[in-house]
């Protein structure tokens, strides 16, 4: 692929991101969420960056592609901010840090007009026309040492911030430490393939896209996928550390999903997997009313009734025979919550 193509695919990438986001933010700032401040302004600083970096890119003209590569500059800067007030929001510690927030905000103001006055005074990076051997030009960068200033503010907010979730992930629950430790992970990924795009001044910088992409994951995992993972998970344990037996069967009749105590009782009378689904078929064909069943001694016992029968009765006979045996052995007034 040329780098032409190249150029013209990624800028294509960036737009669909660029209406993800876009979609998302309002979805977002529509809900009753907390944070969703926090979540909202990432991903708009998350589309300003890559669309002025877009423009950079294809730009031909000297002064246009200076005036948006600043506003990139400047959009990273308040990215890596808000980022970092996200993760102060995420972990509830915003009024703990609100000086250090306030020296950030003055920081960032101050980066951003100096960016601006770049444009008339190249203090800080000037663009250099560079050629491939196949005849194809692109914007190289060249840093002066004030550049790195602002270099490096970035970097302290990126850092601070990945201290901050990483101490929060070490001291969460067991539950809790997915929450800080996935964010930490994509977060990560994102800053080392920009490092890269840094280091070797290449024709794209893919970390740009990936910024967008990252708001995204953060929004949709802060506010979606972790509560759904934290609700499934504590309702596993519970499941697990209580003594009736819970089989969860899906539309279609199969089994997804069994407790410690179904697997014993599997383990000593039911079997495998296909005949708890085929006693859960012939079951409902009886169609009882609801009762409560308690096993002692592999002695199934009815809670509304004083019938009762072995285990063994029932289950290890031929699958033909369960249905006459448990109409025999089920008062019609009563059903089993199995």
Avoid at 28 to 56: C, E
Wanted: charged share 10%; proline share 2%.
């Amino acid at each position: 692929m040329s780098t032409n193509s190249l150029i013209f695919m990624y800028s294509i990438t960036s737009v669909a991101v660029c209406f993800f986001l876009i979609w998302l933010t309002v979805r977002v700032l529509k809900s009753s969420l907390d944070i969703k401040l926090y979540l909202a302004l990432p991903m708009i600083l998350g589309f300003f960056s890559i669309i002025s970096y877009i423009i950079f890119i294809n730009s031909y003209g000297y002064k246009t592609a200076l005036f948006f590569n600043s506003l990139y500059f400047i959009g990273t800067d308040w990215m890596a901010f808000f980022m970092f007030r996200f993760s102060l929001a995420y972990s509830g510690t915003k009024k703990k840090f609100k000086f250090l927030s306030f020296i950030f905000t003055v920081l960032c103001i101050t980066d951003s007009v100096s960016l601006l006055l770049n444009l008339k005074h190249l203090h800080s990076f000037d663009l250099v026309q560079t050629f491939l051997s196949s005849g194809f030009s692109y914007w190289g960068l060249e840093f002066t040492t004030l550049h790195y200033f602002h270099l490096g503010f970035c970097y302290v907010m990126v850092g601070l911030t990945f201290v901050h979730l990483f101490v929060n992930a070490l001291l969460a629950p067991t539950y809790y430490k997915n929450k800080f430790v996935t964010i930490l992970f994509a977060y990560g990924t994102v800053i080392i393939c920009n490092f890269i795009s840094y280091t070797l001044n290449t024709p794209v910088d893919f970390s740009v896209v990936l910024y967008g992409i990252l708001a995204g994951f953060i929004c949709t995992y802060s506010s979606k996928q972790f509560p759904a993972y934290l609700v499934n998970s504590s309702l596993v344990n519970l499941s697990n550390t209580i003594s009736s037996a819970i089989f969860c069967f899906d539309f279609s009749g199969k089994l997804i999903l069994k407790n410690a105590a179904a697997q014993q009782l599997m383990e000593k009378s039911i079997g495998n997997d296909s005949d708890a689904e085929t006693f859960r078929r012939i079951f409902l064909e009886t169609k009882p009313k609801e009762i409560t069943l308690s096993i002692n001694n592999n002695l199934i016992t009815s809670a509304l009734n004083t019938t009762s029968f072995q285990l063994k009765e029932l289950l290890p006979v031929p699958i033909s025979n369960w249905k006459t045996k448990l109409t025999k052995s089920i008062s019609s007034k009563t059903a089993v919550t199995w």
